[in-house]
């Protein structure tokens, strides 16, 4: 199984100010042929299910603000938030679909406003 | 709007069993693989089981392979997870999530639902 390892666990940051996260995958996740990184972010804020910000590593899903930024390439990868907003205070996943089953997670970085 | 709607969770105790539901609106159901996630209290995302669209391929994570069937009916537009021989360590709030793509199993999840609650107790 792949394993993602998210860094750091937690991250407080300025509101205006960048926050990043990163994820390694313990093997490339990138299909070469499609130049494609199997590799998705997911939201989740408190009390609510996991919403899905970005996939393919760089793509943003429709009414994600474009605040949020994937990129990386085969085993590391980040999510920038460019300006913070109280809004954005949530726990950020990482999750790889390039060798599945199953469906890999890292562990969660939480975000609070510091 | 896609929904997703589960219902069924509740308490069992260790050996017990339940039944999961999960309620599908807004898109082709019998079109796209579903998935079941789970989420221990404070703890992170585990992925359970899928099955594709027309029940013909179904997986599940090694923790519950052998304990956890996973079925849909798409006449129905609805997914289901019969959970046996429960532990505590099932102890989770279990989503029902949708694959992205209708092509194999979908690559990622792009809607889930809110979650029902399942407590096994000794």
């Known amino acids: 199984d792949i394993v993602m390892t998210q860094s750091p666990d937690f991250l407080a940051v300025s509101l205006g100010e960048r926050a990043t996260i990163n994820c390694k995958s313990s093997?490339?996740?990138?299909?070469?042929?499609?130049?494609?990184?199997?590799l998705a972010w997911y939201q989740q804020k408190s009390g609510q299910p996991p919403r899905l910000l970005i996939s393919?590593?760089?793509s943003r899903e429709s009414g994600v603000p474009d605040r949020f930024s994937g990129s990386g390439s085969g085993t590391d990868f980040t999510l920038t938030i460019s300006s913070l907003q109280p809004e954005d205070v949530a726990v950020y996943y990482c999750?790889?679909?390039?060798?599945?089953?199953?469906?890999?997670f890292g562990q969660g970085t939480k975000v609070e406003i510091k | 709007e896609v929904q997703l709607v589960e219902s069924g969770g509740a308490v069992a105790q260790t050996g017990g069993s339940l039944r999961l539901s999960c309620e599908a609106s807004?898109?082709?159901?019998?079109?796209?693989?579903m998935h079941w996630v789970r989420q221990a209290p404070g703890k992170g995302l585990e992925w359970v089981c899928l099955?594709?669209?027309?029940?013909?391929?179904?997986h599940c994570a090694d923790s519950v392979k052998g304990r956890f069937t996973i079925s849909r009916d798409n006449s129905k537009n609805s997914l289901f997870l019969q959970m046996n021989s429960l532990t505590t360590e099932d102890t989770a709030l279990y989503y029902c999530?949708?694959?992205?793509?209708?092509?194999?199993?979908?690559?990622?999840?792009?809607?889930w639902g809110q979650g029902n609650l399942v407590t096994v107790s000794s």
């Open positions: 093997q490339s996740v990138l299909y070469s042929s499609g130049n494609k990184n199997y």
């Open positions: 807004g898109f082709t159901f019998d079109d796209y693989t």
């Open positions: 999750q790889q679909y390039y060798d599945t089953p199953p469906w890999t």
């Open positions: 099955i594709n669209w027309d029940g013909g391929s179904r």
């Open positions: 393919w590593a760089s």
């Open positions: 999530a949708k694959g992205a793509d209708r092509n194999g199993y979908g690559y990622y999840f792009d809607y």
